[in-house]
């Protein structure tokens, strides 16, 4: 394992650049399929960096920015209840359901509380027998094991005031169902890192061979969102379809069987609505009959809950890849992440978000031709820059 900063040397940046345009000589347009390279991307301006007519458009993977706006608001009616203690990772607390979010039911008084991996809430569970534990289990492939490992636990123990309130996504179909949308303009992916080291990278062939796209995992370095970009061009310039490991240090082909294992044995895929986009079939995770004792929705009843999306929120586009954070309407002027009207603009992943913190200022969209003088990768962090006394 290197450094940290051998993933950001701007001496490698550069060759990268220029070994980019000698390979490009058409447009293309790729999609990274994560939140997490989006905010690399955007953050570091890579996008900014690419030939003339290398577009990058930004995938569906942000499990915060996904999860419909009804299972918001059966969290909330949960959390809303007498001796619930409910538990989820940070990042959910602030996205807003149809009328408040998770963070309002606290400040009302819920015991809504913030935990850092799902087994915390075993230990919770057992310290307040006389309460009922809910944890919100949201993701991708990347949390589904640990989220499977507390309810095996759970079960183990015999815990009965333990439940999770599932909203679990996966990648493949997700990616089948954009690829084979009419208004699909993907030509190659960057596939997430986190994901395939849980699946490994197997499933993405047959998306490969069925749609003729080329796929390559990456991780969420500037430098391996770079590499991962020239390989994608250089496969797409070669005509030759199939999935490449840019980030082998981490991933494996079969991915972490123990992991994928746990996870076939307490969940079952079953269809799942994503926020903006709508059903996609057997796109998402539920608990096995085995486990169903601990599914939230059955103890709680809180299923039946419609209700309608912002109608000037585009997000569903966004996240298909159809539109950029910057063609809405309500970007930064409605629509905040102090005030967000869609989860990507709340979510730490989500493309809205990105565009927001690290490119809001930005001049004209342009796409520099590689010069021969050495590329920056800069950090357009806030924090960055008030050290740098730049704005924005
Ligand atoms: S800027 Fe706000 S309203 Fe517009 S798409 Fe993003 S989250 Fe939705």
Same mark, same amino acid.
């Not at 969420?220 to 770079?226: G, I, K, N, Q």
């Not at 390989?231 to 082998?248: H, I, K, P, S, T």
């Given at each position: 394992?290197? &450094?940290?900063?051998?993933?950001?040397?701007?001496?490698? $940046?550069?060759?990268?650049?220029?070994?980019?345009?000698?390979?490009?000589? +058409? @447009?293309?347009?790729?999609?990274?399929?994560?939140?997490? =390279?989006?905010?690399?991307?955007?953050?570091?301006?890579?996008?900014?960096?690419?030939?003339?007519?290398?577009?990058?458009?930004?995938?569906?993977?942000?499990?915060?920015? %996904?999860?419909?706006?009804?299972?918001? *608001?059966?969290?909330?009616?949960? $959390?809303?209840?007498?001796?619930?203690?409910?538990?989820?990772?940070?990042?959910?607390?602030? %996205?807003?359901?149809?009328?408040? *979010?998770?963070?309002?039911?606290?400040?009302?008084?819920?015991?809504?509380?913030?935990?850092?991996?799902?087994?915390?809430?075993?230990?919770?569970?057992?310290?307040?027998?006389?309460?009922?534990?809910? /944890? /919100?289990?949201?993701?991708?492939?990347?949390? $589904?094991?640990?989220?499977?490992? $507390?309810?095996? !636990?759970?079960?183990?123990?015999? #815990?009965?005031? /333990?439940?999770?309130?599932?909203?679990?996504?996966?990648? @493949?179909?997700?990616?089948?169902?954009?690829?084979?949308?009419?208004?699909?303009?993907? =030509?190659?992916?960057?596939?997430?890192?986190?994901?395939?080291?849980?699946?490994?990278?197997?499933?993405?062939?047959?998306?490969?061979?069925?749609? !003729?796209?080329?796929?390559?995992?990456?991780? &969420?370095?500037?430098?391996?969102?770079?590499?991962?970009?020239?390989?994608?061009?250089?496969? #797409?310039?070669?005509?030759?379809?199939?999935?490449?490991? =840019?980030?082998?240090?981490? %991933?494996?082909?079969?991915?972490?069987?123990?992991?994928? !294992?746990?996870?076939?044995?307490? &969940? !079952?895929?079953?269809? +799942?609505?994503?926020?903006?986009?709508?059903?996609?079939?057997?796109?998402?995770?539920? #608990?096995?009959?085995?486990?169903?004792?601990?599914?939230?929705?059955?103890?709680?009843? %809180?299923?039946?809950?419609?209700?309608?999306?912002?109608?000037?929120?585009?997000?569903?586009?966004?996240?298909?890849?159809?539109?950029?954070?910057?063609?809405?309407?309500?970007?930064?002027?409605?629509?905040?992440?102090?005030?967000?009207?869609?989860?990507?603009?709340?979510?730490?992943?989500?493309?809205?978000?990105?565009? &927001?913190?690290?490119?809001?200022?930005?001049?004209?969209?342009?796409?520099?031709?590689?010069?021969?003088?050495?590329?920056?990768?800069?950090?357009?962090? @806030?924090?960055?820059?008030?050290?740098?006394? +730049?704005?924005?």
């Amino acid at each position: 394992m290197k &450094f940290q900063d051998e993933y950001r040397d701007p001496r490698t $940046a550069d060759k990268l650049r220029h070994a980019l345009a000698d390979v490009a000589t +058409r @447009p293309w347009t790729i999609m990274e399929v994560c939140g997490g =390279q989006t905010h690399t991307i955007v953050r570091y301006g890579i996008d900014e960096l690419l030939p003339p007519g290398i577009e990058l458009v930004h995938g569906p993977g942000c499990p915060v920015c %996904v999860t419909p706006i009804e299972l918001i *608001d059966q969290a909330i009616a949960i $959390a809303s209840q007498p001796n619930v203690i409910f538990c989820s990772f940070g990042d959910m607390l602030r %996205v807003p359901g149809s009328t408040r *979010d998770l963070l309002a039911v606290k400040a009302a008084g819920g015991d809504v509380r913030i935990v850092y991996s799902p087994l915390d809430c075993l230990r919770i569970a057992d310290q307040n027998p006389r309460h009922d534990v809910v /944890f /919100f289990a949201v993701g991708f492939e990347t949390t $589904a094991p640990a989220n499977a490992m $507390a309810v095996w !636990q759970a079960k183990r123990r015999g #815990l009965t005031n /333990f439940s999770v309130l599932v909203s679990h996504v996966l990648v @493949p179909p997700a990616m089948a169902a954009m690829l084979s949308s009419p208004s699909n303009r993907v =030509q190659g992916v960057l596939a997430a890192g986190h994901v395939c080291t849980v699946m490994g990278y197997d499933e993405y062939l047959p998306l490969s061979e069925q749609f !003729q796209i080329p796929i390559v995992v990456t991780g &969420f370095e500037p430098l391996d969102l770079l590499e991962g970009i020239y390989r994608c061009v250089r496969m #797409l310039e070669a005509g030759r379809v199939g999935v490449e490991n =840019q980030y082998a240090r981490v %991933v494996r082909r079969a991915g972490n069987p123990e992991a994928i !294992q746990l996870v076939r044995e307490v &969940f !079952q895929v079953c269809d +799942r609505k994503w926020r903006g986009i709508g059903t996609i079939a057997q796109s998402g995770l539920e #608990l096995s009959p085995e486990y169903e004792q601990f599914d939230a929705q059955r103890r709680f009843t %809180v299923d039946g809950i419609e209700v309608a999306e912002s109608n000037l929120c585009i997000s569903g586009l966004i996240l298909q890849g159809l539109k950029k954070p910057h063609e809405c309407p309500a970007f930064g002027g409605l629509c905040t992440p102090e005030h967000p009207l869609g989860a990507t603009m709340v979510s730490s992943e989500g493309a809205c978000a990105a565009y &927001f913190h690290y490119a809001r200022f930005r001049p004209a969209p342009t796409l520099p031709s590689p010069s021969k003088n050495s590329v920056e990768l800069t950090d357009v962090s @806030p924090q960055s820059q008030a050290s740098h006394g +730049r704005n924005g």
